[in-house]
């Protein structure tokens, strides 16, 4: 229904004289019965008695015109009789007055749309029927019939209704302006402006807000005349300026309200303007940009745009190991995919598949994807497969999840469902995945879209989706045992917990509480009207402070009182729900779900073979078909020491076995309710043989029988469970977890027990250092977590030189220095041992006057504003190592033993025949004798003064894998290769046989493709570390690290081959033979201009004691070589300057080892070494590298010529076969 006002247009003089002289002419009784008797507007005809229509024209011909009183509002009367005049009809425009249903347009603001009586006035006229329309107090006036559209050729105007009782044409303001043009009423015209005008604020005096297609004004609230911006004048610039400056840079509209509403005095009565913007405000006052969503969507398919994004790491992962989610949203429909990865790396796989897939499966093509600048999604994968399929991406800037609010809005909803799901469900957190699944999966068929007025199901789909079957999250539900042989009378179906649907059956998900894996059936009954009861332990229980908005995970449950029972009805136990690390795959199931017909993922799964039972049948036949499918991974069954119930092994008894007479049973008792009562079974459920069948045997028949001995390395992965695998970030989510508490609690008991610090008000004039918490799982060999260690350290960056530290330097052992400590011992047959020092550091006491704050989560209570001051030396200081090694090196010393020549870090202590060397790390200290007992002197007296850690016979120092046998020690770093290969997605990469092909001849390769520069660098560096115990890789490693300032795909492959290699002899090491030979030989070798860019040559060399290598080179020379004798020369000068410090390093072991033979394969150095004659060739070299010529002369080396191919350094020159 539409409302129509009047227009206040004036119609023209003659129509004011003519309205004068009528007005005379009237009685004044006459207009007032006139005018309260008019029912209709004055633009309408109205019916006679007859019910014949009649016009205002027709009136107007028979009865003279009534005067009024008033303008041009209520001009027209209704007649009542004929006996009473009529109104006037302004049918003739030359005397003033309006043509009735002409051309002639009247521009109405008050009419809410545009309309005519006259059809003929209308191109590409159509019937319509758009209901009634009122005006005056007559609520049905007439009835649109059609509409249409006009022109004069310039302006087009549509949407024109066609009114056939309307007598004249409106023109509406509002529909004009709704159509982006802009309308100005003057005094003499009305101006239709083109669009985009825009009139200057300051020439505003009244604005009439449009409200239901009507402009309207309050003048209660306008502005007093005397207040009128019209009669302030302006400020100039500079004066504006300047009081913007004084009033404290406030905004312009808050000073001119002060002078328009003449809040204050003393301010100029001048309106203030500002033609530039103030630097000073932008500086301070600038802020982000709002962000609009768009009124009206452009996409009109679906896959057209894809919004994605990915939340995490969760700090509790899910049943299948997973720590983050990816979401997926088309933007046409609002269908939402997610999958569930365990690193980031993986995002890149899964979307080009299930671009793939959702392409194949809707027979649309992905355009658009957009996302953060995340490395997840800007990568070079994504890159070249978007490119490849022409595929547009859109990032939204750094910092601005606004840009991809739709994604960031669907990750919103489905954590919240996720977050109410578990809280009702009363599941632990573990489950976080399932209910993020099932939220998709639901949500995707309830969620209405607003544009379209359906569910995303239905818009992807094309058809509506049933509901009927869905399930409350986490009921309690029974599942029918259909895979296992059951005895007689043995219960047929197995209790658990509903926590999805699947992906790719119509069957639900079910976790089943004995087993702790993941079905999938369709045979299921569920108890809806059961609440589950919260249990207790680690991952339990669900609490909304740590289950975050963003799903950053950080709370780790302490583990209290086990108390619950096996009765489901008594609480849920946390220990129905405790996962162990998965071993065996169970089934190829989709590890991310599209959630749409895609059902929530598996990330635990076996799938029931059974078909349909009459109970559950019903419900099921209404799940959707599978649709788009999901990325494949391996699932793997999750499997824990103990069933919760009480469980027998059936077993057939064969005729030929004698039994035994004793029969028992043997229920599973709750190891963690020892405490309660158990009933044990009186019915007999097994019988025991001494012989049983090879099927029922589990494990390798053919594998002897393991002893306790053996079961060490079980026993420690035992403990490594009672240990918390998650290194925290943050103080406070260590304090979440016992075991972190109970590291901090022994790391402060240290500090007292060694007097590290007093507490007292911070001193006037001093300032206090901050502290904070590291932590760290300390790790053997293996990789397995054998302690948990925390660590308050002081942020030492704030220390000034000078006044809070001095001198800094602490010596460490050189790698160099360990390896020649174990080739000794193999030669003189003792065993290493290692022990630690507990928080080393603290026994160093300081002289400079150091206060810390008090440790973050441990403040003192009573007084929280004080500091400590440091009596001794805490971690983070920049003095702390020199002060701890001034410390153990003092204590070493007074009690007889002696440091090291050279290396400042071995100590040593004879007696009689028999040494002891100690070879110090900062903290960790190895030692050996060739004496045991000297051994157990030591260990006795360092715990006489420090707190140690006694670790017995050393098998991992500095990461080197050490493993000492009767015959000899040998050391690798084969674990460090297998995490490498790990780290960089290369495990299972194919195995080569050498680290570098002899054809191989890298260049700078300008035109070559960049590669990730960090990524580039980091596995070089990787390689760098394990060349500490493997020189077959030296060679290959350094030549790659030559490229690492612009590395190019041809380097990439290089590196990448050498990882190759590594992968085929992932456990080579150096083996140091236990004998007594312990001839020190070494090699020298040099390429010639092997450097393809620099042509210089490389030297290499390497070291021996025995038959044990302790020393290795490979270095690009510093000069180019104009010919291969002054290379070899250089590379003999660098090989002698290292078996001078292994000579020295040797005298204190009691060793000399003086006229060293070097072994050369070229005449012409030895030659120059032996004969200081000032050639031609030769006088240009520079004098560093004659250094060789005094040590022949002192006799500690002599130059051996050997050939080419039994020259050992030829190793680190070039690639080998």
Not at 103 to 128: A, Q
Not at 429 to 434: D, L, S
């Amino acid at each position: 229904m539409y409302f129509f006002g009047r227009t206040e247009k004036k119609f023209g003089q003659e129509a004011k004289k003519k309205e004068a002289s009528d007005r005379k002419g009237t009685s004044e009784a006459h207009q007032k019965n006139a005018f309260n008797k008019q029912k209709r507007s004055s633009f309408f005809g109205r019916r006679s008695s007859e019910g014949k229509r009649k016009t205002a024209s027709d009136d107007h011909q028979k009865k003279p015109s009534l005067p009024t009183t008033q303008k041009a509002k209520q001009v027209w009367k209704k007649k009542e009789s004929t006996d009473k005049p009529s109104l006037p009809s302004e049918a003739s425009t030359s005397s003033g007055q309006l043509e009735s249903k002409g051309n002639l347009w009247i521009v109405d603001s008050g009419c809410s749309r545009h309309m005519t009586g006259n059809k003929t006035l209308l191109h590409k006229y159509e019937p319509f029927f758009g209901g009634s329309v009122a005006f005056g107090s007559d609520p049905v006036g007439g009835y649109i019939t059609g509409r249409g559209t006009i022109t004069n050729g310039k302006v087009s105007f549509e949407n024109v209704h066609f009114v056939k009782e309307l007598n004249y044409n409106l023109l509406s303001v509002s529909q004009v302006c709704d159509e982006k043009h802009n309308m100005l009423f003057t005094e003499h015209e009305c101006i239709v402006l083109k669009p985009g005008f825009v009139i200057p604020n300051d020439q505003i005096l009244l604005r009439a807000p449009r409200r239901n297609n009507m402009y309207m004004l309050d003048m209660s609230i306008a502005a007093p005349l005397s207040n009128i911006s019209c009669f302030v004048s302006k400020a100039s610039l500079d004066e504006s300026s300047l009081w913007h400056r004084r009033l404290c840079h406030v905004n312009l509209k808050n000073m001119n309200k002060l002078v328009r509403n003449n809040l204050v005095t003393g301010l100029p009565t001048k309106e203030f303007i500002c033609i530039d913007k103030c630097v000073a405000c932008l500086k301070g006052k600038q802020h982000k940009s709002s962000h609009h969503a768009k009124e009206i969507n452009s996409i009109t398919t679906v896959l057209h745009l894809l919004h994605m994004d990915l939340f995490g790491p969760t700090s509790v992962k899910s049943l299948g190991r997973k720590s983050y989610c990816l979401v997926i949203t088309d933007d046409f429909s609002r269908y939402t995919w997610v999958f569930f990865l365990n690193t980031k790396d993986e995002t890149a796989e899964i979307l080009k598949s299930f671009i793939l897939r959702v392409e194949n499966e809707s027979d649309h093509h992905v355009k658009i994807i957009r996302s953060d600048q995340g490395t997840e999604f800007k990568n070079q994968i994504l890159n070249s497969f978007c490119e490849s399929k022409g595929i547009t991406r859109q990032f939204s800037a750094p910092r601005t999840p606004q840009q991809n609010g739709v994604a960031e809005r669907r990750n919103r909803t489905l954590i919240e469902a996720a977050r109410t799901m578990l809280s009702d469900a009363k599941l632990p957190i573990t489950f976080w995945a399932e209910a993020v699944n099932t939220a998709c999966y639901v949500q995707n068929r309830i969620l209405v879209v607003k544009s379209h007025g359906m569910t995303p199901y239905e818009i992807w789909h094309k058809r509506k989706p049933f509901i009927g079957f869905l399930k409350p999250f986490g009921c309690q539900c029974t599942i029918l045992n259909i895979k296992d042989y059951l005895a007689k009378f043995a219960e047929k179906s197995a209790e658990g917990y509903f926590v999805g649907y699947s992906s790719n059956a119509k069957a639900y998900r079910v976790y089943i509480k004995a087993s702790r894996v993941i079905e999938e059936s369709a045979n299921v009954q569920f108890n809806e009207h059961t609440l589950n009861k919260p249990g207790t332990g680690p991952d339990w229980l669900f609490d909304l402070d740590s289950f975050t908005s963003a799903f950053n995970l950080v709370k780790e449950y302490v583990p209290v009182s086990h108390s619950a029972t096996t009765d489901i009805s008594k609480g849920l136990r946390e220990d129905d729900f405790r996962v162990e690390l998965p071993i065996a795959s169970r089934q190829n199931l989709a590890e991310s779900t599209s959630a749409q017909n895609s059902m929530p993922q598996s990330e635990t799964v076996i799938t029931s073979q059974a078909g349909p039972s009459i109970e559950s049948t019903s419900e099921l036949q209404h799940l959707e078909e599978v649709g788009s499918p999901s990325a494949e991974a391996n699932t793997q069954q999750i499997i824990t020491p103990r069933e919760n119930q009480p469980s027998t092994v059936q077993i057939q008894n064969p005729k030929d076995l004698p039994e035994i007479q004793l029969e028992v049973v043997l229920p599973t008792l709750e190891l963690l309710n020892m405490d309660e009562a158990s009933q044990l079974d009186v019915i007999p459920r097994t019988r025991i043989h001494n012989t049983h069948p090879v099927e029922n045997i589990i494990g390798n028949v053919e594998e002897g029988v393991r002893t306790r001995i053996s079961m060490h390395e079980a026993n420690v992965c035992l403990f490594s469970c009672f240990l918390s695998q998650i290194e925290p970030k943050k103080v406070a989510e260590a304090l979440k977890d016992n075991s972190w508490v109970e590291a901090m609690q022994e790391e402060l008991l240290q500090f007292q027990r060694q007097g590290v610090w007093k507490t007292c008000p911070l001193p006037k004039g001093k300032y206090a250092i901050g502290t904070k918490w590291v932590f760290r799982n300390k790790k053997d060999d293996k990789g397995v977590v054998i302690k948990n260690k925390a660590r308050l350290v002081v942020q030492g960056y704030t220390q000034e030189e000078g006044i809070d530290y001095d001198e800094v330097f602490a010596p460490v052992a050189r790698i160099e220095a360990i390896r020649i400590f174990l080739a000794f011992a193999a030669a003189k047959d003792f065993k290493v041992f290692q022990m630690d020092v507990k928080s080393a550091f603290l026994y160093g006491k300081i002289d400079e006057e150091v206060y810390v704050c008090q440790p973050p989560g441990f403040e003192n209570p009573k007084f929280p504003d004080h500091v400590c001051k440091l009596d001794k030396a805490l971690y983070g200081l920049h003095q702390a190592p020199r002060k701890w090694y001034e410390t153990l090196s003092s204590f070493l010393l007074e009690n007889n033993f002696k440091r090291g020549t050279i290396d400042k870090t071995l100590f040593f202590k004879k007696s009689n025949q028999h040494i002891m060397l100690v070879q110090i790390y900062v903290d960790d200290i190895i030692f050996g004798s060739t004496n045991e007992s000297l051994c157990k002197d030591f260990e006795s007296l360092m715990k006489s003064k420090f707190e140690m850690s006694s670790m017995g016979e050393l098998t991992f120092f500095l990461g080197l894998q050490v493993k000492q046998t009767p015959t000899g020690i040998f050391i690798s770093q084969s674990k460090y290769v297998k995490d490498i290969l790990e780290r960089f997605k290369l495990s299972d990469c194919k195995a080569l046989g050498t680290p570098m092909s002899k054809t191989t001849s890298l260049s700078p390769d300008l035109e070559g493709e960049d590669v990730d520069q960090h990524q580039y660098r980091a596995m070089i560096g990787s390689l760098m570390y394990l060349t500490a115990s493997r020189p077959d890789i030296m060679f290959a490693t350094c030549v790659c690290a030559r490229f690492q300032a612009n590395p190019k795909v041809s380097h990439m492959l290089a590196v990448k081959r050498i990882f190759r290699y590594l992968k085929g002899a992932s456990n080579l090491g150096l083996w140091y033979p236990r004998n007594e030979d312990f001839q020190f030989m070494a090699y020298t070798d040099s390429d010639y201009g092997g450097c393809n860019i620099s042509k210089k040559s490389t030297s290499g060399g390497c070291q021996f004691l025995g038959s044990r290598i302790v020393s290795w080179q490979c270095k690009k020379q510093s000069c180019v070589s104009t010919s291969t004798a002054e290379a070899e020369y250089i590379a003999a000068s660098s090989c002698c300057a290292q078996v001078s410090w292994i000579q020295n390093q040797m005298k204190d072991f009691g060793i000399d080892l003086f006229n060293t033979p070097i072994q050369i394969d070229n005449s012409s150095a030895i030659s120059i070494t032996n004969n200081p004659v000032k050639h031609s060739k030769t006088k240009h070299i520079d004098i560093r590298y004659h250094f060789i010529r005094d040590c022949a002369e002192k006799k500690l080396i002599h130059l051996v010529k050997v050939d080419s191919e039994h020259n050992l350094a030829d190793l680190f020159t070039k690639a080998f076969d």
